[in-house]
């Protein structure tokens, strides 16, 4: 618990933050979330196009769960390993990008496929039917209503990005994890303690955002869930229905 209190202590201190002999913890936290924003940007330019295909289709569904899992199965350190031993990319911040936005692919295109197949098959027909064009069927009805299930996918390829950066530092690359490191390398695990909460700490500020945004993305009228409600009947009956079910 004392070096818990330790560890905070020195995350607060003002003389971490700046650059001194090596990068401070500002520099760092800037260098994790430009490695993380672009791993997620890439990540998205391949996944949003293929969830909405899958999903506005159903064609090639096994075909992207088979390649999800396998990609979800990869080592982390090993793939980003292997990417910067064997390959020299050119900006050389690409380098522990591509990874990353490999590992980030599988949740965000489960998140956009699985958002477009939740929308009733019904409420498409219907669309259609009032002459809504393919284009106007996916951005007027299927994406706002499989909306929060995108936001979750989005939510998840964040989460799993920004943390894993840290391993970036393995490679000399500007993280968070340089503060992690150091501690184990200088006796000082204090310092390991501050770098790992401000890593736990980014996660669950952007972990409560997206959050909220998932609560706010929700239509009105459509199911939060399995959950039932109680009305009642016309002849005085109780009855309980799926929340979001119409009763006749």
């Known amino acids: 618990m004392n070096l818990l209190l330790q560890g905070i202590a020195?995350?607060?201190?003002?003389?971490?933050?700046?650059d001194t002999e090596s990068p401070g913890l500002g520099s760092q936290l800037l260098?994790?979330?430009?490695?993380?924003?672009?791993?997620?940007?890439?990540?998205?330019?391949?996944?949003?196009?293929l969830g909405v295909l899958i999903g506005h289709t159903g064609r090639g569904r096994l075909v992207a769960i088979l390649?999800?899992?396998?990609?979800?199965?990869?080592?982390?350190?090993?793939?980003?390993?292997?990417?910067?031993?064997?390959?020299?990319?050119?900006?050389?911040?690409?380098?522990p990008v591509l990874p990353l936005a490999i590992l980030g692919i599988p949740p965000l295109l489960a998140g956009v496929y699985s958002g477009f197949e939740s929308v009733d098959?019904?409420?498409?027909?219907?669309?259609r039917a009032m002459g809504m064009t393919e284009w106007q069927v996916i951005t007027r009805v299927e994406a706002p209503l499989g909306l929060p299930l995108i936001l979750g996918g989005?939510?998840?390829?964040?989460?799993?990005?920004?943390?894993?950066?840290?391993?970036?530092?393995f490679f000399g690359y500007t993280t968070v994890g340089l503060a992690v490191l150091a501690g184990p390398a200088s006796n000082d695990y204090v310092q390991m303690i501050g770098g790992s909460l401000l890593v736990t700490a980014l996660a669950l500020v952007l972990d409560g955002g997206f959050a909220l945004l998932q609560r706010l993305s929700e239509p009105r009228g459509v199911s939060r869930g399995p959950r039932s409600r109680t009305t009642t009947a016309r002849g005085g009956g109780v009855t309980t229905t799926p929340a979001g079910t119409p009763v006749n």
């Open 10 to 18: 020195w995350l607060l201190d003002g003389r971490n933050w700046a």
């Open 31 to 49: 260098g994790q979330l430009g490695i993380a924003s672009a791993s997620v940007l890439i990540a998205a330019v391949v996944a949003v196009p």
């Open 67 to 95: 390649a999800s899992n396998t990609a979800r199965a990869l080592p982390t350190l090993g793939l980003l390993s292997a990417v910067v031993v064997v390959l020299t990319l050119q900006p050389d911040w690409l380098t």
């Open 121 to 127: 098959r019904q409420t498409i027909d219907a669309a």
């Open 154 to 169: 989005l939510r998840a390829t964040v989460l799993q990005i920004v943390a894993t950066a840290t391993l970036a530092s």
